[in-house]
Each structure stands twice: as structure tokens, then as C-alpha cells.
């Protein structure tokens, strides 16, 4: 399977070896640490990125701090980690610019001593160079484009730049901080030949600058980056080793977590750049464009003047009669133009009224769209059980209504039509608890609607919504929000999706839980079954071990008797006696033993000695493998091994593995039982000397009704195997060189030693 390509867009202006060098050791590490994709980094001018961008044609891009808040505002990119440099083993992730020249130039000590100079810089669209120090200029009051001699931009390299200013080509000159320390650091650059100008003496811990601190490039998620990747790319970014360098500075050191870019938004501000460029001017071709209407009627109205005039001066003579006419007409005119007037109010109020619209709907959608992105990252969250993502979601829901609380109560009785403290129960909540005392007084007695409610309650002056959650057809719980009354009651469409989202999850979640209990009480039910079966099969063993003690019993005392009648006084009679009650109390032992087997019990959390749960299996299990001469070897009796679990589970787990153990011994076999103890839990072993098991038998050992045995049901393994994963392990299964082994782990219920018995 190939991997997916991944495409990453760099801005060219940090192409020096050591930022070409640290961009593909970045494509290399995501792509060894996420193996699904392939990221290849694509050096790109800024329109050519800007383009690519535009055209999705990208998945991430790499750029510079105003470069991304332009892409933010105009293609919805979003941050994923900054860029981090070294300067004396101190990491940082924002940077700044440095205004030098050359040191012997003692007439050039301030800011203020620009004036009339020779400027030289990069680019203007350079952020990390011209855009840091104009803004610096701004503030020292003075307007590069009038103040130098000269501005020139060379397009050329920062380090290029330097070399320009040593060459006399420039006064001074604007360039990324950090550039003369790692010019100084590869020999290029002598201490002592260039000074830097505005620079602070006391910030030795930081590269020579003359501005302030802004933050780093970005690495950049865009509108159609995957959100899931993103998060991944962000882990793998912050985690990237770090180079270990003895050199002073290295300018691309890693990754780190996303920085705040309040300070270039106001250096963009300030320098009236875009995003926050001003307007194009309004030409007369866009007036006439949106004012057509008013454009035509007035030159309707000036064409009526001139013809009235014209008329005027052709019935000079009738100019008392035209005098009433014109009269007429220039009152019909005002009454036209105040109609027409009136409806370009009136067309001017519903644009208003559909712009405010539109925006009310885009604020909707705009609102709606961040809850569902949020309900989704809560449901794919994997580390998050049931009981957080409920409360995380009815946080969500809390925020995105601007209630004060949310409760999720629970329907104890079906057939409830009031609300009353038997009928509701809360199963979770969120926000203000006490609030609940006020919900119960202002719950609609309908609430078992099927729909969505939102209404308010004068009564305690509180906005309500709720809406039930059915399982299997049936009312099971209601969730309801409680907050302050606003403005807005009605529910837009998609809010009243999210509700039902939600209580549809909740559902979902409800009817697992109760699946869970039903795959419980099934289990249960098929280990009673089971244990009734084994009891089955061990009978006639265990009557033969019963009647044995029994017959013994009964010689005693008939034993007893006749030495009772022929002299009372005669000790034998005594020990026969006691010598019976010692046989009936060991037949009641067996039996006792049996009835505590079959009994089915419930599912507990108990310390018990696991060596002594052996001891009674093999008890048990004594008189078949007796019959059948079969060698039962069991771990020493002379140790403690607390665990913790259900032993009668457990029991039955032993009891069902030594007795497939025994069925496949043959004459002279041996079972046996070993035990381990590895830390924090007990690993139990048995082995049997029997042929194995075949190989087409291995994978489908544990299935339900499959066995081997001519008369055998074929649920043993697989209760025992359900057993054991309910106390959080495995059964194994493998043959060994002299037959079968069967093995599993146990978690100790004290510390990982042997405690011998007194």
C-alpha cells in the first residue's frame, strides 16, 4: 500500500542551507513518525505560495507570522506549532530585526541620525527585516519613503546585506536578528566590525536586535486540512529532536506549541498593510453602478428642465398660460421624485433588514459549525470513556445555548404523568447544581413529550429547554438546560440537530450499558449450566467417593452395637462410634463441596488464597483421575498466594481445565498445576501429558459448542475463556513437547512475596 503524499509549501525567504537543511529533517520526521503519509516540503515564492493555496493544491504551509494572518483572514488557515531558535543554549520562539552599519561610522549613534542616509533592505514584504524596523521608525518619527537619502531593496540575502554594508555600499541596513551571530559563529564576520543600532545592553540573552520580540513562522493548517492530521503533525512537530550544537546560534533549533500573534496584528495595523489596508478609493462608475435609479431620474429631471426651458423661450408670447402649466408639472415632478423617494427608503430598510438577516444566519451556522466540529472531537477522543464524553457534551451544550446548567435525569416509573422526587433521578449535570430545586418547579407536566421543548417560566424566571431520550421505544431520561431568559427563544434548525445529536449518543450509550448487563446475566446462566454439566459427569465418581465413608459409617456402628450388648463398659464401642462420625462428617464435606459448586452466585471482587481454591479442585477432582491413573501434581501447599477475583468463577475455570487435562492423559499421565508469581500478578499453568491439540482444532478451540469429546457440550473453554477476560486477562493456548498447555494471569492481591503458613 502506498502512502498518501502530503504536501507541505515553504516561503522562500529563509533558503539558506540551515533552513533548506531543517525543512527536509521536518518532512523526514512526520513522515517516519506518521507512515501512512508522505510529506514533501515545496520551496515557493510568496505569490506562487499564496496561489497554491488558493487553489488547494497545498496541505500545510510554512511561513512567516504577517504572511499567515493574511492567509487566516482570507482562507480560514489556522496555527500548528512556531518555529523555535537557539542563542546560548536558551531556546525562543519569537524573533526581531537588527538596524546596522558600520562600526567606525561615529556619526551614525541613534535612530535619530538616519536622516539623509543610504538604506538598504531585502524586500519590503521581508516581515523578519524592513516590515519590524519601519514600524520601529513609526514610532521614532521618521517616514522612510521621504526621510533617506535613499531606500533601496537588493532582493538579495541578510548575510549579502552585511557584506554590502562592510563594502560601503550602504549606509545602513535592516536584516533578521541572530544573522551577525551565526555570521560570527562560521568565521565569516570579525567581532567589533558591525554595530547595531536602538539595541538594548541589558538583553544579552537574546540575539542583537533593535525591535521588539515577535513571534516565530508558523507551521499552518489550511481550510481543507484534515483536523485529525493536523493534531498529529502538531504532536510529532513538538516532540522533533533537537540538534546538539556548540555554536553560539542556530536559527531553526525545532518546534514548539502555536504562539499568539496580537503584536503583528498591530504592527500590520499600524503600517496599514493587508490585511488592514485601507480602501480603494469609490470611483463614479461604481456610484452610478449602485445608484443607477437616482443617477437616471436625476438626469430625467435635468433633461425636463432643459425641454421646459427650450419650451419657454418657443411660447414667449404664452407665457401666462405655460405659467399654470409649468406650475402643474413641477408639482407632479416633487410629488414623483418624493415617491420615488420613499421607496429607496423603503428599499434602503429591507437591505438593511436582509443584511441583518444573512448575518444572523451566518452567526448561526458560524456557532453551529464550531459545536458539531467540538461534538466530534469528543466523540473520536479514545481516551475518554462514557462518563467524560457525557460531560464533555453537555458542556458543549451548555456553552453553545449560554445556559447556566445542564441535567440529565432518569424516568424511574413509565407510566409517570407529574413530576415528583420517586419519578426523576439525575444521572449527570453540569454547571450550577443548585439551580436543580428550581427546574423541579418549572418542568412542564408534559415532559413526556416526544419533541423538543423551549419555553419560560415566569415562576422562577428562567429559559428552559428539553427534549427526552427514548431506548427501545420506551421514555427513558430527559435532558434539560436551564438559563437566563434572552431575546432569542426560537431554536434555529440546526441547533435543534445538535440537541437530538446528542440525546441520540446518550441513547446509543444507555442501550450498550444494557446490553453489557444482558451479555452478563447470559454469562452467568451458561456457567451455571456448565458447572451443572461437569456435576453431571463427575457423578458416579463422586457417589463411589460418598459411599465410601457411608459404608464405613454403617460397619462402625453395627460394630458398636453388638460390643454395646455384650459389654457397655467396653472402649471399642467408643472409638467405633467417634471413628463413624468422623466418615458421616467427611460425606458431608463432599456434598457441602458439591452444592457450593452448582451454585451460580454473583460476580465479586474478593481477596481469597488461590493455593487452597487448587486444593479444593483437586479435591474434588481426586477420585477421577484415581480411576482413571492419572498423577495429579500440584504447587507446594506450603505458601500464601492472595488474589483477587470471583473464586467461584475461578473455581470453575480450574475445575474445568484440570478435567480436560485428565481426558487427555492416558494411563500413567500426569497433570499438573504450576504457579508464578511476576510482579504485580500470579501466572497459573497446567500441562498435560496427552497427544495436543490439532492443529485445525487451535483457532477454533474456544468457540461455543465446539469440542472434541464424543458426548461433550462445548461450552467449557469458552465460559472459561469469557471468565477470564472479565478479570482483565487472556486464556492461552499452545502444545508443548510432551502435550497441552493452558495458561492465564491473575492480579495479586498483596505484595509480590510468599508469606510461608505457620
Known amino acids: 500500500m502506498h502512502a498518501d503524499l502530503i504536501s507541505i509549501g515553504v516561503l522562500s525567504q529563509r533558503n539558506s542551507d540551515e533552513y533548506q537543511s531543517f525543512w527536509k529533517k521536518t518532512a523526514k520526521n512526520l513522515s517516519q513518525k506518521i507512515p501512512e503519509h508522505t510529506f514533501v516540503i515545496k520551496s515557493l515564492g510568496l505569490e506562487c505560495l499564496t496561489h497554491s493555496i488558493s487553489k488547494h493544491q497545498l496541505d500545510f504551509a510554512i511561513t512567516n507570522p504577517a504572511h499567515f494572518v493574511l492567509l487566516e483572514k482570507s482562507y480560514d488557515a489556522f496555527p500548528i506549532a512556531t518555529l523555535q531558535s537557539r542563542y546560548r543554549q536558551n531556546s525562543f520562539s519569537h524573533f526581531s530585526a537588527a538596524i546596522i552599519t558600520r562600526s567606525e561610522r561615529d556619526d551614525i549613534q541613534s535612530l535619530a541620525d538616519l536622516k539623509g542616509q543610504h538604506f538598504m533592505a531585502s524586500s519590503p514584504n521581508e516581515f523578519g527585516g524592513y516590515q519590524m524596523v519601519w514600524r520601529q521608525f513609526l514610532d521614532a518619527g521618521i517616514n522612510p519613503k521621504n526621510d533617506f537619502f535613499e531606500l533601496f531593496f537588493s532582493n538579495d540575502s541578510d548575510v549579502n546585506i552585511v557584506k554590502s554594508i562592510l563594502r560601503n555600499e550602504a549606509d545602513v541596513a535592516a536584516i533578521q536578528s541572530g544573522v551577525l551571530e551565526h555570521l560570527i559563529d562560521s568565521g565569516e564576520l570579525q567581532p567589533g566590525q558591525i554595530k547595531v543600532l536602538n539595541s538594548d545592553p541589558h538583553q544579552s540573552m537574546f540575539p542583537s536586535h533593535s525591535t521588539i520580540q515577535y513571534p516565530e513562522w508558523s507551521f499552518i493548517g489550511l481550510e481543507q486540512t484534515d483536523i485529525a492530521l493536523a493534531k498529529e503533525v502538531a504532536r510529532v512537530l513538538i516532540s522533533m529532536p533537537k540538534p546538539d550544537s556548540k555554536v553560539d546560534f542556530i536559527p531553526a533549533y525545532g518546534w514548539t506549541e502555536a504562539q499568539d500573534l496580537t503584536t503583528v496584528h498591530g504592527l500590520l495595523r499600524a503600517l496599514k498593510l493587508p490585511p488592514y489596508s485601507p480602501m480603494d478609493k469609490v470611483s463614479l462608475k461604481a456610484i452610478i453602478h449602485e445608484h443607477g435609479m437616482a443617477v437616471g431620474l436625476i438626469n430625467a429631471l435635468i433633461l425636463i428642465l432643459m425641454i421646459f426651458s427650450v419650451r419657454m423661450r418657443q411660447v414667449n408670447r404664452k407665457l401666462a398660460v405655460s405659467q399654470s402649466e409649468l406650475a402643474n408639472h413641477r408639482d407632479?415632478?416633487?410629488?414623483?421624485?418624493?415617491?420615488?423617494?420613499?421607496?429607496?427608503?423603503?428599499?434602503?430598510?429591507?437591505?438593511?433588514?436582509?443584511?441583518?438577516?444573512?448575518?444572523?444566519?451566518?452567526?448561526?451556522?458560524?456557532?453551529?459549525?464550531?459545536?458539531?466540529?467540538?461534538?466530534?472531537?469528543?466523540?473520536?477522543?479514545?481516551?475518554?470513556?462514557?462518563?467524560?464524553?457525557?460531560?464533555?457534551?453537555?458542556?458543549?451544550?451548555?456553552?453553545?445555548?449560554?445556559?447556566?446548567?445542564?441535567?440529565?435525569?432518569?424516568?424511574?416509573?413509565?407510566?409517570?404523568?407529574?413530576?415528583?422526587?420517586?419519578?426523576?433521578?439525575?444521572?449527570?449535570?453540569?454547571?450550577?447544581?443548585?439551580?436543580?430545586?428550581?427546574?423541579?418547579?418549572?418542568?412542564?407536566?408534559?415532559?413526556?413529550?416526544?419533541?423538543?421543548?423551549?419555553?419560560?417560566?415566569?415562576?422562577?424566571?428562567?429559559?428552559?429547554?428539553?427534549?427526552?431520550?427514548?431506548?427501545?421505544?420506551?421514555?427513558?431520561?430527559?435532558?434539560?438546560?436551564?438559563?437566563?431568559?434572552?431575546?432569542?427563544?426560537?431554536?434555529?434548525?440546526?441547533?435543534?440537530?445538535?440537541?437530538?445529536?446528542?440525546?441520540?449518543?446518550?441513547?446509543?450509550?444507555?442501550?450498550?450499558?444494557?446490553?453489557?448487563?444482558?451479555?452478563?446475566?447470559?454469562?452467568?446462566?451458561?456457567?451455571?449450566?456448565?458447572?451443572?454439566?461437569?456435576?453431571?459427569?463427575?457423578?458416579?465418581?463422586?457417589?463411589?467417593?460418598?459411599?465410601?465413608?457411608?459404608?464405613?459409617?454403617?460397619?462402625?456402628?453395627?460394630?458398636?452395637?453388638?460390643?454395646?450388648?455384650?459389654?457397655?463398659?467396653?472402649?471399642?464401642?467408643?472409638?467405633?462410634?467417634?471413628?463413624?462420625?468422623?466418615?458421616?462428617?467427611?460425606?458431608?464435606?463432599?456434598i457441602r463441596r458439591l452444592r457450593e459448586f452448582v451454585q451460580t452466585g454473583v460476580p465479586r471482587d474478593e481477596t481469597f488464597d488461590f493455593i487452597i481454591l487448587v486444593g479444593r479442585v483437586l479435591d474434588l477432582l481426586a477420585t477421577e483421575a484415581r480411576q482413571n491413573g492419572i498423577v495429579l501434581i500440584t504447587p507446594s501447599q506450603n505458601q500464601t498466594v492472595l488474589v483477587k477475583g470471583d473464586r467461584v468463577q475461578l473455581e470453575q475455570v480450574m475445575l474445568n481445565l484440570v478435567r480436560n487435562a485428565i481426558d487427555a492423559c492416558e494411563a500413567k499421565g500426569q497433570v499438573s498445576i504450576a504457579t508464578e508469581i511476576e510482579v504485580d500478578y500470579l501466572t497459573v499453568k497446567v500441562r498435560d501429558t496427552g497427544q495436543g491439540i490439532e492443529p485445525e482444532d487451535m483457532s477454533k478451540i474456544f468457540d461455543a459448542f465446539h469440542t472434541s469429546k464424543p458426548f461433550g457440550m462445548g461450552l467449557g473453554l469458552a465460559i472459561c475463556r469469557s471468565i477470564i477476560e472479565a478479570h482483565g486477562s487472556s486464556l492461552q493456548v499452545k502444545n508443548t513437547e510432551h502435550g497441552a498447555e493452558f495458561s492465564f494471569r491473575l492480579p495479586l492481591a498483596t505484595s509480590p512475596h510468599l508469606n510461608s503458613k505457620e
Open 332 to 590: 407632479n415632478l416633487e410629488k414623483e421624485v418624493q415617491q420615488r423617494t420613499a421607496e429607496l427608503i423603503q428599499l434602503n430598510s429591507m437591505l438593511e433588514e436582509d443584511i441583518k438577516a444573512r448575518q444572523k444566519v451566518e452567526n448561526t451556522l458560524r456557532r453551529s459549525q464550531n459545536a458539531l466540529q467540538g461534538f466530534y472531537q469528543i466523540l473520536v477522543n479514545p481516551s475518554s470513556g462514557y462518563l467524560d464524553k457525557l460531560h464533555q457534551l453537555m458542556a458543549l451544550a451548555k456553552k453553545h445555548f449560554k445556559m447556566e446548567a445542564v441535567f440529565l435525569y432518569q424516568i424511574e416509573s413509565e407510566e409517570a404523568e407529574t413530576l415528583n422526587n420517586q419519578t426523576l433521578t439525575i444521572t449527570a449535570f453540569e454547571g450550577d447544581y443548585q439551580l436543580h430545586t428550581q427546574i423541579r418547579q418549572c418542568l412542564q407536566e408534559n415532559y413526556l413529550s416526544s419533541d423538543i421543548q423551549s419555553y419560560k417560566n415566569p415562576a422562577c424566571d428562567k429559559r428552559m429547554l428539553s427534549l427526552p431520550v427514548n431506548v427501545n421505544g420506551k421514555l427513558h431520561s430527559i435532558l434539560t438546560l436551564v438559563g437566563q431568559i434572552r431575546k432569542e427563544q426560537e431554536l434555529a434548525d440546526v441547533d435543534k440537530e445538535l440537541l437530538r445529536l446528542i440525546t441520540q449518543w446518550i441513547r446509543s450509550g444507555i442501550e450498550r450499558h444494557e446490553i453489557e448487563e444482558d451479555r452478563e446475566r447470559y454469562r452467568l446462566q451458561l456457567g451455571k449450566v456448565a458447572r451443572l454439566y461437569t456435576m453431571g459427569e463427575m457423578a458416579s465418581g463422586l457417589a463411589h467417593e460418598i459411599n465410601q465413608p457411608l459404608t464405613a459409617a454403617t460397619n462402625f456402628i453395627s460394630g458398636s452395637l453388638r460390643r454395646l450388648k455384650e459389654d457397655a463398659s467396653n472402649p471399642e464401642v467408643e472409638n467405633g462410634l467417634n471413628r463413624s462420625l468422623l466418615c458421616l462428617n467427611q460425606t458431608t464435606s463432599i
